[in-house]
């Protein structure tokens, strides 16, 4: 079916998860509202929107994007800077230079979606506070998604560079949070936030995503108790063994988000370097080490698991780690080692190492955590099969190319 793009641009309303077909009555599935006229064919030659009333029916390649529940009002332009042109660093120009440093937020424009309110850009929070961005933060926005990475990894960064010539780019640095992390938007938070409609509009017309991608982003959730969880800017993302990410060795659970080719699973890794013990109705908690390590999981090689596919978490690297002198029972707790597995304590007392077989779990939390950890396992076998994915085009290679055009 086809979908419906509109010339004019009516104020956003609060729209539910439904598709919109050629009946205007009812809404579109997953996606803001706010108009993406994306005609890809012309985005390099027309720095307006000249799409017509009667020319806006949208096939597969020509979409709108509409809004989630989302309540948010079209805003006059106060200004008429010019606006971004692409988010492929590969076609970048002078023209999408940007300098942040000092702001605690920015609203550039992007050509893909010029008649609308500018894309929401800030450094991070403090509290409720928002934080200026840093001295020196001039630079380009730019889609990156690695090499061996599924589409729902992509995500826009910063790159900071000497000067406004593109040609920079490749001996750039992306921007960093103060806690080390990369400043980046997720995909997750491009797909659901009507803040992003812009960034949304300019991926779509660059053919960085698609609009199935963008509809996948909005699936992917996971339980939280009562609570739906979504993946933010923030979350730990992984999609492959022996990717490292980052745990405090305090935290009582750990949540990881696993990506796949078609979608993304939670898993809460609980009490790995803790100890929980149960006296009547009481729980306690016992955290024998405070600091930070990388972890990462593996295909276990141990002679108890030949033959099946069991995932083991193996401390990578130990970043700090400090002794809190607990006594009793957590005396016993295994100190991480770098280059060591984790381990675990079975119920006997036995500590053994931390393992999940994603065929034959034996617990409620081995159940739970088999479905996302069976994602490793086809990532690893569409990298032996040579297998593809749909993620329209790839710039962040070992090489940057830049494409001539007649922007």
């Not at 934080?131 to 690695?146: C, D, I, N, V």
């Amino acid at each position: 079916m086809n979908r419906i793009v509109r010339a004019s641009t009516p104020p956003l309303r609060c729209w539910h998860h439904t598709l919109r077909v050629t009946c205007p009555g009812v809404g579109l599935r997953g996606l803001d509202r706010v108009l993406a006229d994306t005609v890809y064919g012309h985005v390099a030659q027309a720095r307006k929107r000249t799409i017509s009333g009667t020319a806006a029916v949208a096939g597969p390649e020509r979409r709108t994007v509409l809004a989630p529940n989302i309540r948010a009002t079209v805003k006059p332009k106060l200004y008429r800077s010019v606006p971004l042109g692409t988010l492929d660093p590969r076609r970048l120009y002078s023209k999408d230079f940007l300098v942040l440093s000092g702001l605690s937020s920015k609203h550039p424009r992007v050509i893909a979606a010029d008649d609308i309110p500018g894309v929401d850009l800030s450094y991070c929070r403090q509290g409720r506070t928002r934080l200026a961005f840093p001295s020196g933060t001039q630079g380009f926005l730019y889609w990156h998604l690695e090499a061996d990475a599924p589409a729902l990894a992509g995500q826009v960064r910063f790159r900071i560079t000497t000067s406004s010539d593109p040609a920079t780019f490749p001996e750039g640095h992306d921007l960093q949070l103060p806690d080390g992390r990369t400043w980046n938007i997720s995909i997750f938070r491009i797909a659901r936030m009507s803040s992003y409609a812009g960034l949304r509009a300019q991926l779509l017309s660059d053919k960085l995503v698609t609009v199935q991608l963008l509809d996948t982003a909005l699936t992917v959730s996971g339980s939280n108790g009562v609570k739906i969880e979504h993946p933010s800017s923030s979350s730990t993302f992984v999609w492959k063994f022996r990717q490292t990410f980052a745990v405090e060795l305090e935290s009582t659970s750990i949540r990881i988000w696993l990506l796949g080719s078609s979608g993304g699973q939670l898993l809460r890794l609980e009490y790995l370097f803790s100890l929980k013990e149960a006296t009547g109705t009481t729980r306690l908690c016992h955290a024998p080490f405070i600091g930070k390590a990388l972890v990462q999981f593996e295909r276990s090689t141990l002679p108890e698991h030949k033959g099946t596919r069991t995932v083991v978490l193996r401390v990578s690297k130990i970043i700090e780690l400090t002794k809190t002198g607990s006594t009793g029972p957590v005396k016993w707790v295994p100190e991480p080692e770098e280059g060591g597995l984790v381990m675990m304590r079975k119920v006997n007392g036995e500590w053994i190492p931390w393992s999940v077989n994603v065929d034959k779990p034996w617990s409620e939390y081995h159940i739970k955590g088999s479905t996302s950890l069976a994602v490793l396992f086809e990532h690893d076998d569409q990298q032996a099969g040579g297998g593809t994915k749909i993620r329209g085009n790839e710039p962040d290679r070992l090489h940057i190319k830049r494409i001539v055009s007649s922007r």
